[in-house]
């Protein structure tokens, strides 16, 4: 056990006490400690008290959980959250009647001040609006300080310090806002209720006692982040002790600390949202204020990689190791930018020295499994992302990212239980959405696959990929229009996706304009020359089109760059067979063969090869291991009865004519087929 963490007898105490509290009182318990009772995850209270006592252990705050046992709120904080049911006429008239008798009396007796600051404190109305969509809002309670000692309004110092760093940035989103609320130094649970009232995402309390000063920081937004909750103590420099140093201290020093914490975090906040500009213009300036700060080289560096601009990423990232050698989390970040440039093994080594310095580090592995999985290795992934997730079992990450894996190996059913497991644990996860609709897509599923689409665009406007992938299943589910639509919008949100050109291209080859799929394809091609994906389907646009030798070349490409792909030598003989080059079409047949001894069509496509050469016989063998495969394919009984008659078995090909017939009553060549069957009969 490790110094922060809870024995394991007291844990047991805690969800055997809160057990019997039942909903209602264990939501209150929620709530009081900014924590969703409907987020928990299981069924009924008792469930959800011991989830809510392993949520808290995780975070570090069972202490917060046993101050609220020992002392509950107050009345008036129960009764703010259990709304009044009024008849609407009746009640409007009944509140302006108290609120004009209530503020006439307080006016007139003096207390109006007070009982407006009790009534902020208690959140009857809010002292300024909260924050808004596309804003960062910081929020400092007004410093505690005891009678007797001096107010210096720490506050306002630390506001301005902020603000000035805001006006040198030009940060129109950011505000900062003092709030009349005082608030104990210990008391977070107090803070994170005054933070999410106003739906901040930074809150700053603190105290001054005169011989203490402690000043706490808590990002609200992004509380796994780095420097996401951080106390300031001083006990030389206080008003007391040190007087002259104090002034400083409080005026200069503790605003410069709390402003570089405060744009630290709206940096990660940037770069949460993708906007890789903003920040690394915010890190510059955190770097101006601290410049031998390895987290703000180490995340300006991942803004950089975001970017795509890996050169400046791994300048920033050597730098955040050069300072930190021992940090863990800084080999890692850099094996982050490695991966994103799709240097797997580099990426690899980076991770395997993050997990030589810490051995129990869960996003470690599972980047180091995000690593194999791109170097297709998905055995060791998988074990990578089983290790994570032994250290963290509620990582939905992990669990996203081994769903993938399994994918990548087609066991969808895997898969999927891990996409909905991602999904119970984070359900804002865009992510899994989008990778559980790709495992629909690939089952036929399109209905369930452009839900999950849906879902993700939902959570994420501004998804390319989920564009992308929604207009690949209405592609595939024929409606051309909407696809058209979605590729449409996943280009012009990321004009260099070469996926979405590729699909787009799929489209318009569905379509029969075969020069706007080569001309997508093209582009495909220019944005990541080694696609093999984009080599076949503009090989399939060249054949579609009668222009076999582009078709070829394009073919051959994309198997020297995927040697395996049965498809692609399918396609390839289907070319050849096309030219006239019997020998080259059966030699790709055969090479399909290996790679899937079981695929019918290409016994089919072999058998006519053989026919058009002369060899009867090998082309019947062939037509009957289609028919061993599928019994009832009409064109292997066609083509085989047009064998037979070449043969001058007249009973055999009567028979497999009839038997096409059969299976293709309204084939649109029945009357030749027909009159095939009485010229051979008329021969007996």
Request: hydrophobic share 35%; aromatic share 10%; charged share 25%.
């Amino acid at each position: 056990m490790t110094q922060d963490e809870t024995p394991r007898e007291k844990l047991a105490q805690l969800r055997q006490r809160l057990g019997p509290l039942g909903k209602e009182k264990l939501r209150d318990v929620c709530f009081d400690l900014g924590v969703k009772y409907d987020d928990l995850p299981g069924e009924g209270a008792a469930a959800k008290a011991r989830e809510l006592v392993d949520y808290l252990e995780r975070r570090r705050r069972i202490p917060d959980l046993e101050h609220n046992l020992a002392h509950p709120p107050g009345m008036w904080q129960r009764l703010r959250r259990r709304p009044a049911v009024l008849y609407p006429a009746l009640g409007v008239a009944i509140l302006l009647v108290l609120i004009v008798l209530t503020t006439s009396v307080l006016a007139a007796t003096g207390q109006l001040g007070l009982v407006k600051q009790q009534a902020q404190k208690l959140g009857l109305f809010l002292a300024f609006p909260p924050e808004g969509k596309n804003e960062t809002l910081i929020v400092i309670a007004n410093f505690y300080h005891p009678v007797g000692v001096t107010d210096t309004e720490a506050h306002k110092e630390i506001k301005q310090a902020v603000e000035n760093a805001k006006a040198e940035l030009g940060f129109a989103s950011l505000r900062v806002e003092v709030e009349p609320t005082h608030l104990q130094a210990d008391d977070r649970v107090g803070a994170e209720a005054l933070g999410k009232r106003y739906n901040a995402s930074i809150i700053i309390w603190g105290a001054d006692t005169g011989v203490r000063v402690t000043v706490n920081f808590l990002n609200l937004k992004q509380p796994d982040f780095t420097a996401a909750q951080v106390r300031i103590s001083e006990t030389e420099r206080t008003q007391l002790a040190n007087p002259s140093a104090y002034a400083r201290f409080v005026t200069q020093d503790l605003p410069g600390q709390l402003t570089f914490l405060s744009l630290f975090a709206v940096g990660q906040s940037y770069y949460t949202k993708g906007d890789y500009d903003r920040a690394i213009a915010d890190y510059d300036q955190v770097l101006k204020l601290k410049p031998d700060d390895a987290g703000a080289y180490n995340n300006r560096g991942l803004a950089y990689a975001g970017k795509g601009d890996y050169d400046r990423a791994m300048a920033d990232l050597n730098q955040a190791i050069h300072l930190t050698p021992d940090d863990a989390e800084a080999y890692n970040n850099h094996g982050l930018a490695y991966g994103l440039r799709g240097d797997y093994d580099r990426a690899i080594a980076d991770f395997n020295q993050a997990l030589q310095l810490k051995p129990d580090n869960a996003e470690a592995y599972n980047n180091r499994g995000n690593a194999y999985t791109g170097k297709g290795d998905n055995d060791r992934a998988m074990a990578d992302y089983d290790q994570a997730l032994r250290l963290k079992p509620d990582y939905a990450g992990a669990y996203n990212n081994r769903g993938l894996a399994y994918a990548g190996k087609g066991d969808y059913d895997r898969a999927m239980a891990d996409y909905n497991q991602a999904l119970r644990l984070k359900p804002d996860l865009a992510e899994a959405y989008i990778n559980r609709g790709g495992v629909y897509y690939s089952k036929g599923d399109y209905g369930h696959a452009i839900a999950d689409f849906n879902q993700a665009l939902q959570l994420k406007p501004d998804n390319a990929m989920a564009y992308s992938n929604r207009g690949a299943a209405y592609h595939d589910k024929g409606d051309y229009a909407r696809a058209l639509a979605d590729l449409n919008q996943a280009l012009q949100l990321k004009p260099d996706y070469a996926s979405a050109y590729i699909n787009r291209g799929g489209v318009y080859y569905s379509k029969g304009d075969y020069d706007r799929a080569i001309a997508d394809l093209n582009q495909a091609l220019h944005l990541k020359p080694d696609l093999a994906d984009a080599y076949y389907n503009r090989g399939l646009a060249y054949y579609s089109k009668g222009d076999y030798d582009h078709a070829l070349a394009d073919f051959d490409q994309a198997l020297r760059l995927k040697p395996d792909d049965a498809e692609v030598y399918r396609n390839r003989g289907l070319a050849y067979y096309s030219k006239g080059d019997y020998d080259h079409a059966i030699a790709d047949f055969n090479q399909t063969l290996k790679l899937k001894p079981d695929y019918a069509k290409v016994y089919g496509n072999r058998g006519n090869a053989y026919r058009d050469k002369g060899d009867t016989d090998r082309a019947i063998a062939d037509y009957d291991h289609v028919l061993k495969l599928k019994p009832n394919d009409a064109e292997a009984y066609v083509n085989r009865g047009n064998a037979y008659r070449n043969k001058g078995d007249t009973a055999r090909a009567i028979a497999d004519f009839r038997r096409y017939l059969e299976l293709r009553p309204n084939a649109p060549d029945r009357k030749a087929v027909e009159e095939a069957i009485h010229k051979l009969e008329a021969q007996k």
